[in-house]
């Protein structure tokens, strides 16, 4: 069983920059999908970026172009790197897990999910 840590989220105003760590325990996920969601209160988790063990990955339409996932097997660790952040941008950020090679987009398709992680971005 993989047991999930986020960090690094915070307070940035709009066009700053954070990155958010997932970090590993109980066993490797070198060989898992890993993805992040964002969720606001009274919504359903969203889709923002995901990475497969070979570092393919895919982007929400909204993310493109500002956000970058990756990963670094060696310290069993996901990164989101999150540039010219926007007020929509503000949720906690969750990421999860899926085995196999498939970029799922879908949170129903992800388990582990760590406590999240609060960013907020203030205009």
């Known amino acids: 069983q993989v047991q999930l840590v986020e960090s690094g989220g915070g307070l940035v105003q709009a066009g700053g920059s954070l990155r958010l760590s997932c970090a590993a325990s109980?066993?490797?996920?070198?060989?898992?999908?890993v993805g992040w969601f964002r969720q606001d209160p009274g919504l359903q988790r969203e889709f923002v970026a995901v990475?497969?063990?070979?570092?393919?990955?895919a982007y929400a339409e909204s993310v493109k172009g500002r956000f970058t996932i990756s990963r670094d097997h060696a310290k069993n660790t996901v990164y989101l790197q999150m540039n010219s952040l926007k007020p929509e941008d503000t949720a906690v950020y969750y990421c999860?897990?899926?085995?196999?090679?498939?970029?799922?987009?879908?949170?129903?398709?992800?388990?582990?999910w760590g406590q999240g992680t609060q960013v907020t971005v203030s205009s």
């Open positions: 109980g066993r490797t996920f070198s060989s898992y999908a």
């Open positions: 990475v497969n063990w070979s570092g393919s990955t």
């Open positions: 999860g897990v899926r085995s196999g090679f498939y970029l799922a987009t879908s949170p129903l398709d992800f388990g582990s």
